[in-house]
């Protein structure tokens, strides 16, 4: 694997591989957003990085020039990067991949990650996307889940894809490593198409609560908590301010609830104490791990 660089070969325990690409399934960045959270709440250390001189046009996909230390120049390259998070409290770790959507090459892109991941030992694949949707900023935001097998479906309570259309890197890499018979979730955020802010981090923490649900992983997200509240409040008050936009959010407000009333789920089906205690008890014994 020439396309790498690796920095060291870590020990993991049965690590899960998180990936999130910015570009065209990163609407409002969200994803990568939520992927940067877990690099930096679980302290991940960098092992390993992909050149990305086979993989860029980089006449779209441009370098960018930083000052260091006020004086000097340097040139920021599409960065492709594997963290490695050991995670206290828990039976597994956790391998978080953040990159930039490749405009070539594809397939040996791909290939490229899916042969980290079996270096490193990865047993199960979680992918975070966002898209550009018809929903209100004042409802929580919309989760769709999907896995690779009737399996993972019944467990978590997801769905097979019906999806029909263009992809991206998350769908690719989806794809693969089901077609080598790795495990994989892809979780989706629907952010509201109307608001321009990014990164939008009510969409990035409803993607970190999915990935603690099908990880097995408690993450404290108050930061990223308080960042979604002011990005609201902000929102809020921006959309009070213009009567088109208001009667807007209201007419998605009401196509929401139409469409919640008719899909209103059985209360047998709801998650049971037991459930909830035991999520609640997997918190506490990172905790005190981390402790």
Not at 190 to 207: E, F, M, Q, T
Not at 229 to 247: I, S
Not at 263 to 281: V, Y
Request: glycine share 6%; proline share 6%; net charge negative.
């Amino acid at each position: 694997m020439d396309h790498v660089e690796w920095r060291e070969r870590p020990q993991l325990r049965n690590p899960a591989l998180i990936c999130a690409f910015k570009g065209w399934n990163d609407a409002g960045e969200a994803a990568s957003a939520a992927l940067g959270f877990l690099v930096e709440s679980f302290d991940a250390r960098e092992v390993a990085r992909i050149d990305p001189e086979e993989f860029y046009d980089f006449t779209s996909v441009r370098p960018t020039v930083q000052m260091s230390e006020g004086r000097s120049r340097t040139i920021e390259w599409p960065a492709n990067v594997l963290h490695a998070a050991r995670v206290p409290g828990t039976d597994r770790d956790l391998l978080l991949f953040q990159g930039v959507e490749p405009s070539l090459r594809w397939r040996t892109f791909t290939s490229t990650v899916m042969d980290m991941a079996r270096q490193l030992g990865a047993e199960t694949v979680v992918t975070l996307g966002a898209l550009l949707a018809d929903v209100p900023h004042t409802r929580d935001i919309p989760m769709t889940g999907i896995c690779s097998d009737a399996d993972l479906v019944e467990r978590l309570g997801f769905q097979q894809s019906t999806y029909e259309g263009p992809t991206g890197m998350v769908g690719v890499l989806h794809h693969e490593f089901t077609q080598a018979g790795m495990p994989a979730v892809s979780l989706w955020a629907s952010v509201p198409h109307y608001v321009a802010a990014a990164p939008n981090p009510k969409a990035a923490l409803a993607l970190i609560r999915s990935f603690e649900g099908v990880a097995g992983v408690a993450v404290d997200a108050t930061d990223l908590e308080e960042s979604a509240e002011d990005y609201q409040r902000q929102v809020d008050a921006a959309v009070a301010t213009d009567p088109d936009v208001k009667q807007f959010v209201e007419r998605l407000e009401q196509t929401l609830d139409e469409v919640s009333d008719e899909l209103a789920p059985d209360p047998d089906q709801l998650p049971s104490a037991d459930s909830i205690a035991r999520d609640f008890q997997r918190f506490l014994r990172q905790k005190r791990a981390e402790d």
